[in-house]
């Protein structure tokens, strides 16, 4: 049995694991977006592939997805147009938010596709269009998208599928975000069981409206994120307090307006939750609320279908008001329109708008109108990946350079951050989902899913621990398991 690396290797996005058995069966586990793609680290373009996979996607056999986010589902409209024609597993609210988030990306993509047509088009193609052409050769339509959802299948949390005599698997809960889960595959070989379990994003405990994660039984072969794998969450405060401090003092006690760059799926859904739990102590002060994102409030109305996957905190908060996420604050914003015109609100404000890293979205709207009020607040909520507006923000010197010119500007808004709505479990939370395995019974790690030094400490970590059996996997890297 085959295990080759095709994403999220010694970087933090773009998971897509290919496991191949000795009786030829090909399975896919996500299928995701690399964020970090350049022209440099793209493994399909140095190894020369036409296809934009570095396998044949009609030969893969199945999908098996963790979960919604788009750096580990968004290539699933790609590897259809390619050829594949299998099925696609996950749960049901699964399903459902990555249904949008693929339609969000299509819309994304669109000006870009209108203006690939025009070139295709030229009988006589410049060196310059050829290059366009090959750099945006992945972008998919909303047909593309479509054609993809009659291929999911979803299945419950513990539902152990059979997919062949010889492999099957099933879900198992690990919070992070609705109906996200780790895979516990089972491979019979030469009368032998092997277990293999692909962590996906690991969750933490207590957090906001989800199930905390499960234990996961004993594996031969565990490949486990990393993103948080050197570092502890820093902020243990009560979320509600903190939350409710910040906007205080950038909202009423300056006053001013606080943004707030946060992922329309998962976290975005938390933070409303918790302005709305304030909202019912009568503790949250009179202060507009703008979530300006149409991604954010299809997501929203998805989480309000699946109580069922949501902690008996958020059940029960639930039962007593029969409404999660809407307060009397609060106003969505569909249209982008009605999105520029905040820009001409004085009044103080909180601004949550996607995407959570700064890379694309309303939000980039919203930071570059604000940089240089002195007035205003931009709140980090998460972690952002090196390379991404995010990350430039929380590592700035008071400035901040313009990509793709040479303008540098000072950044006069206050920049804070902090980490107690992090979907993502800490280097403990990390440790502590390993210490489930026997590490005389598990024959190895993988560490994936995290910046390189993160990989390395985490690695050491685990080798103090008593783990000393871990590789760090390169893109495209395989291993026979």
């Known amino acids: 049995m085959r295990l080759t690396f095709w994403g999220a290797a010694r970087q933090v996005t773009g998971s897509m694991y290919l496991l191949q058995t000795e009786d030829e069966l090909n399975i896919l586990i996500d299928c995701g977006l690399d964020l970090q793609k350049t022209q440099e680290n793209s493994h399909i373009i140095q190894q020369g592939y036409h296809s934009i996979f570095p396998f044949e996607a009609s030969q893969i056999h199945a999908v098996l997805l963790t979960h919604a986010h788009i750096d580990h589902s968004g290539y699933i409209p790609n590897l259809i147009r390619e050829g594949f024609e299998g099925t696609i597993f996950c749960t049901k609210p699964t399903r459902e938010l990555t249904k949008i988030l693929l339609e969000d990306s299509a819309s994304i993509n669109q000006p870009k596709l209108k203006k690939l047509l025009n070139i295709r088009n030229h009988k006589r193609k410049t060196a310059k269009e050829i290059e366009i052409l ?3 050769r992945d972008l998919y339509s909303f047909a593309h998208v479509e054609q993809s959802m009659p291929l999911f299948r979803t299945i419950d949390f513990k539902q152990r599928i059979q997919l062949t005599k010889n492999f099957s698997f099933y879900f198992n809960p690990t919070g992070h975000l609705l109906g996200a889960a780790n895979i516990i595959i089972e491979v019979k070989e030469n009368g032998k069981k092997k277990k293999i379990c692909f962590s996906g994003d690991i969750g933490r405990k207590n957090y906001p409206l989800l199930q905390d994660p499960e234990p996961v ?18 902020n243990k405060e009560n979320v509600e307090e903190m939350l409710l401090n910040i906007i205080q003092t950038t909202c009423v006690d300056k006053p001013g307006r606080l943004i ?3 992922f329309s799926i998962g976290r975005t859904q938390s933070l409303l939750y918790v302005m709305n739990k304030l909202c019912k102590q009568n503790a949250f002060p009179p202060v507009k609320v703008f979530s300006d994102s149409p991604l954010a409030l299809q997501s929203t109305r998805i989480y309000e279908k699946y109580l069922s996957y949501m902690n008996e905190e958020a059940k029960q908060f639930y039962y007593e008001h029969q409404n999660l996420f809407d307060f009397k604050y609060l106003m969505y914003v569909e249209d982008l329109k009605h999105s520029q015109m905040i820009a001409n609100y004085h009044e103080p404000c909180v601004i949550i708008s ?3 890293m700064l890379q694309g979205g309303r939000i980039e709207h919203h930071i570059k109108q604000n940089l240089q009020n002195i007035y205003a607040t931009i709140l ?8 991404t507006l995010g990350y430039d923000l929380l590592h700035n010197n008071g400035q901040l350079h313009i990509k793709n010119t040479q303008k540098t500007i000072p950044i006069l808004a206050r920049i804070e951050s902090i980490d107690v709505f992090s979907g993502h479990g800490d280097m403990e939370d990390l440790l502590n989902f390993v210490k489930y395995q026997d590490s005389e019974r598990l024959q190895k790690i993988f560490l994936v899913h995290g910046e390189l030094q993160s990989m390395y400490d985490f ?4 080798r103090q621990q008593g783990y000393p059996q871990v590789e760090i996997p390169s893109k495209g890297q395989s291993f026979e398991l």
């Open 380 to 387: 980090m909520v998460g972690f952002a990946a090196e390379g």
């Open 217 to 234: 039984e004993q594996v031969d072969y565990l490949i486990c994120e990393s993103t948080y794998g050197n570092r502890k969450h820093k």
């Open 354 to 356: 996607s995407s959570g």
């Open 134 to 136: 090959e750099k945006y």
């Open 260 to 262: 707030i760059p946060s």
């Open 459 to 462: 690695k050491e970590t685990l």
